[in-house]
Structure formats: C-alpha cells, structure tokens
C-alpha cells in the first residue's frame, strides 16, 4: 500500500526542478532577460553589406540607420539571394529515391531554380541579385561597367523618396530601365534630357572639357590627350570594358589584381591609351566640371536652388560614394592614388560638415603612395614609363605639401615627417633648342609651368634676340633649382614643425615656451630672405602672366604670410610660457626677467601678422576683381578666411576684399558663404568694441590707431596691379 508513496518521493528526490511550477518559470524568465539576445545572421542591407558596415534597423522604420542617414533605397537582394542558394543547397542533399520524378541531378535543379547562368554582358562576379520579379536587377558598377552604363548612373535622377535634389543612390546600375523625364524636375527644366543616351555622352565630353580648362591648370594629375583617348574609347565600346574575357575568370581577376598592385597598372607605356578609364575617376573629373560648368542645365538649377547646383552637389556625392564602394581608400593603385587627390579638394572644406570627410581621402592617399613606395627613389627609378612616373612624383609632393599645409591650418598632427622620403623634387630635362625654334607657340606642361614660376637675372638665362623674352625651357637645369617645389617644400618643413610643437596639449595647457617661438620666427625669415622673392608676387605682374602664373604666386605668397597669423593666433591661445609660469605662481609680468624681450617678440608677431593679413587681402581683392577665384580649386580659400579673421577682430576696413573673395570662392564652395558671413559679424562686433584679446591683448593695435607701416617690410600693398 506504500509502495506508490515510495515511488512518488523517489520520482520527486530524482527530479528536484519542477519546470511546470510558476517560481520555476519566473526564474527562467529572469535569466534570460540577462542573456545576450541570439545573433542574426545574414541580415544586413545591400548599401551596409558592401560598405561592411553594421546595419541598425530600428523597429517600425523601413529603412536601416545608414541607409537613412545617406539616403539610400534599403534593399535586401543579396540577402534573398543567398537565403534561397542555402535553401537549394539543403535541398540537395536531402536522400532521394530512385523515382522517375527524381532523376535530375544538382545541376539540372539549380537551373530549375532560377540560377541559371545566364547573365547581362557586364555583370560583375560575386553579386547575386535575383533576376525575376518586377524590380530590375541591380549590378554594381565595377572596372568592367561600360562608360555608358555608368554615365547612366552618374546622371540618373535623384531619389524621389527623399524629398530634396542633394540626395545620391547607391553606386548600382539597373538594368532595363529609363527613367521619365519627370523625374529630373528637381534639377531644373533642361534636366530631363539627361534621360537621352546621346545627350548624357555629349553632356559627359563637354564636363570633361571643363575640367581640362579649369581645374587641371591647378591639380595638373592627368594626361589630357591621354585621358580623351581612352574615354573616347570607352564610350565606343559596346563589349566588356577589360577586353573579350568575362570578368568574374580567374585570368581576369588575376589582371585586376596585377594592375592594381603595380603603380603602372602593369601596362606599358605605348599600351597606355588602351587601359579602360577607371569608373570612379570618370565620375570625378565630371564632379569637378560640374563646379566650374556654365551649362545652361546648371545655370537653370542654380537660378532654381538660389544660386547654387544641386545637381553639382549630387555628382560629387556619388562620386564619392562611387570611390568608396569601389574600394579606391584602401587598394594601392596609381588610379586611385589620383582619384583620391582629386577627391579632397572637390568636396566642403568646412570641417563643421559632417558630409565633407575633409581630410579622409588626402589621408588615404598618402597611405595608397607610401603601400606604393613612391617615397623610395629606389622604386621611382624603377618606372621606365615617363609619364606614369612624373604622374607618381607630382602626386607624391601635392600630397606631401597638402600634408604639411593642411596641419598648421586645422591644427593637426601630420602624417608625414622629413625622413619618410628621400626622392627628388619634379623636375623635367630642357627641351632641345631646335624643337623651340620649329615650335615658338610651345608651351610648358602645368607641371613644367609650376616649376618654371620663378625669377632670375637676365644675365643667368638665354633671352631671345626678337623680343627679349627669358626662355626659361632652354636655360637648362640650374635655371629652376630654386622653383616652386623647392620653395614649397621649405616652408612645408617649417609648417611641419610648427604642428608638431604648437597643437600638442603640453603646448595648449603650458604655453609656447620662447626659444620655440623665436625658432619659428628666424626661420620664417630666413624663409623669406630665400625664397619670396623667387616665387611670391613680383612688383609688378608680367604682362605675359596668364592664369596659372598669377594665382600660383599669389597662393605661395600668401602661404607664407600666413604662418605668421597662425602664429600670431597660437600666441593669442595659449601664450608664452615662462609669462604663464610666473603667473601661475603669483609673480607680476612686470617682474619677471623675460618679459621686455618677450613682449617685443609679441610685437613683432602681430606686426608681420598684420602686414600679412593686409597682403592677402590686397591679393585677394585682385584675384576677385579679375573672377579668379571664382574659378579656384580652394588653393587661396584658407587664406582668405585667416586674414579676414584677422582684419576682422581688428576692425580693419580692408577686411571686405576677404569677404569679397569668399563670397566668389561660394559659388563653387558654399560653405565659404557662411565664412563670409562669420567674418561680416565678428568684424561689425570689433566696431563695437566687442572683440576682446587674449595672451595678445598687449600688443594688439587699438581700433583707429595709426600703424607702424613699416614694420614687416613697407611694401605690403605697394604691388602695382595696373597690367594684370
């Protein structure tokens, strides 16, 4: 009779959890809320899936946070495709029987399936996106995206979905379809035509013309006639854009990967012509003819959007995105060591935009130029092709100079150092006397131009005996010893070490101790003494000077004055040392030893400061009188706005040719509107006796207060600018 109670407790001593029970229940409800939550697999977005980036998709949105934040249309093609390849791949191994109805093998059910494979002419390994339904396939645009087909992309209309015209979609073309002419109504009246092939080819030509025009004579990083061959070639081509071979063969992934990894493109000079432009390059230099452009589609989208392209802004949004998608950031190539040079300048140079990524694409070129070993002579004696090899040097100082410049004026720490290089300057061999004498309309390169930009006596050049004009092309190598890249890179040395020791926090919570400051002053001098005169504005322009010949002088003076305000700026920060020692420890100014000598240096910094700022506003106030800036690829923007900071704060009336320059400089940069703005109200507050000083205050001039003209040099506006 107790056998049944033995056998319940021996049941409840051998099952001590009773997971039916409630507490039970709790408790296991509780311990799970600790849990992480299982990972999802294979849910990411086709725009995070091909940037790698995590895909966040809040509930209730039908949009991913990337997506949404770039405007992209959140697919999951990739995602469809690789769950139903898993899906027939577990099929397939499932255990058939010998039935008629089961006789087909693997390969007759994949086909069976819908992956079949066929495929459109272009479409590029490793992207499967479903080919049924009633949404047109996507492909990726890669080096073997036909020029046509990429135009197609470059000029397709905006993302309706978005509500404004500076949106941009992802870097795909999709096949089969045409978009209406409505859909362009966003850029103006004369944008529909983009929809017409003819039209998009033809509108393609005359961008690049613009380009070639305007912003090459500044970034000279192509080969014109190079480049024109090889897109005329692009856009005849109906069949794969790397030859007859499919893309996704191993031959033709083993050619991408040799071209790439070699700073050649692992072709020969005489076969040069015949490479496929890059896609991302194409879109590019059209960017940056879109800038510049006088189209009537842009003057009709600049009177629709108050002045400025949104149409321009979406061409270089997608270029951008067209660079990132196809991996220009991160594989060495000489493509996209150009493509990434051109990049940094074309986009905001605000570092308050958040969309501007200013700096990113410079850096990234650095890092593409030193995988390459362009800073090694070693290597660079290795490239027999002439032109391939002035491409890698000049890319190598732009980027040098743009490294060093771009720290002292955003206060950052350069990447680069004096000992990460040790090739030479560009320079190019004379050209022979007979070729001049047959050829008197010859003219030098950009590149030749920028280093030829100097002066000598007459007596250390061969002049010509009908008009007694210096060729400096004849006059052999010691004639541009003392060139531009010579006098850049000095003052690029200076520039390094002024970031180096001014933007580190001992420097910002101590001071600027004042053997540094001296340093920097005797060689910004000795600077001057040496090179100024060489490359800076001469007395008097020219009257051959063209456009390349001004604002080239121009900016390398103005590069030199402004240090000087960057000092005088750094001072005003964080001041001199041993003045913030003897402060901190209670001892008056007036009673350390230092200070007489100290506060005469201050004077002597806000002197040339002064004299600086007046001197970029004077060259500024020609350049804008002549609609040069207008056409500037930002070289002279930076300049403008520290000088006009300057005057500024100073209440100086000369103020206005800065604000008139960036107001030039906004219609291709339109943040340089804002900073025209900033400075109209900082320099209405100095006329209010607003402003106040800092470690400067000293040694600031008084508003109204007569200045010491001579101070600096007394020749700061007495450039004669009558034959310019």
Known sequence: MDRPDRDQEASSSSSPFNFSSPSMQNQIHELAKTLPPPRKQNTACDACRARKVKCNQLPGQDKCQHCLSKNYPCTHYIQQATTEKK?????????????????????????????????????????????????????????????????????????????????????HVRMGTNPSPPAYAEWGALAHRLSEDGFRIEFALDLVEVFFQIVHSRLPLL???????????????????????????????????????????????????????????????????????????????????????????????????????????????????????????????????????????????????????????????????????????????????????????????????????????????????????????????????LEFLVRHPLSAVRTSSRSGLVHPLTAGRALYTQGYYKAAHALARIARQMSRQLWRPATESDGIPADVLTTFMTMLNEWRDDHLHHVGVPPTFPADWDFVSAVTACASDATYHIMWIILCNALDDFGIRELNDGTRAGTPEAMLPQQPQIEEKKRKVMSEALHGALRIAGLAGVLASNGYLRLDCAVMHVSCIQAGMLLARLGRPEVSNCINGLEQYSYAYEEC???????????????????????????????????????????????????F
């Open 87 to 171: 899906r027939n791949a577990a099929a397939a191994k499932r255990p058939r029987t010998l039935s008629a109805s089961s006789t087909s093998g693997p390969a007759e059910h994949m086909a069976t399936s819908g992956h079949s494979g066929t495929a459109h002419g272009y479409q590029s390994f490793g992207s499967p996106f479903p080919q049924q339904g009633p949404v047109p396939s996507a492909h990726p645009i890669t080096v073997d995206t036909q020029t046509r087909d990429l135009l197609a992309y470059i000029f397709s209309p905006p993302d309706p979905s978005s509500g404004s015209a500076q949106t941009n979609g992802s870097a």
């Open 223 to 449: 080969n014109p006639a190079q480049f024109r061959t090889r897109l005329h070639i692009s856009l005849s081509s109906t069949g794969p854009q790397n030859g007859n071979m499919s893309p996704s063969t191993p031959v033709a992934q083993q050619q991408r990967t040799r071209n790439s990894s070699s700073p050649l493109g692992g072709q020969s000079a005489q076969h040069q012509p015949q490479k496929p432009l890059h896609p991302a390059l194409v879109a590019t230099v059209i960017a940056w003819g879109a800038k510049f452009s006088e189209h009537p589609l842009f003057v009709a989208d600049r009177h629709r959007n108050g002045g400025q392209s949104a149409f321009a802004k979406v061409l270089i949004n997608r270029a951008r995105d067209l660079a990132e998608d196809m991996k220009v950031h991160r594989i060495p190539s000489a493509d996209h060591v150009v493509i990434a040079l051109l990049i940094e300048p074309l986009q905001s140079q605000s570092l308050e935009d958040n969309a501007g990524f200013h700096g990113f694409w410079l850096g990234s070129a650095i890092r593409l130029l030193l995988d390459l070993q362009i800073n090694h002579k070693s290597v660079m004696s290795n490239i027999h092709d002439p032109e391939a090899r002035g491409t890698m040097i000049f890319a190598w100082w732009m980027a040098c100079l743009a490294d060093a410049y771009r720290s002292v004026y955003y206060r950052r720490k350069p990447m680069l150092d004096d000992d990460d290089y040790d090739i030479d300057f560009y320079t190019v061999g004379p050209v022979p006397p007979d070729i001049i004498e047959t050829s008197p309309a010859t003219q030098p390169s950009p590149r030749e131009q």
């Open 673 to 723: 509107a804002d900073q025209a703005a900033e400075i109209k109200r900082i320099f209405l507050q100095a006329q209010a006796g607003e402003t106040e000083w800092n470690h400067m205050a000293s040694v600031a001039p008084r508003l109204g207060a007569p200045t010491d003209s001579a101070v600096g040099g007394g020749t700061a506006m007495s450039v004669d600018f009558g034959t």
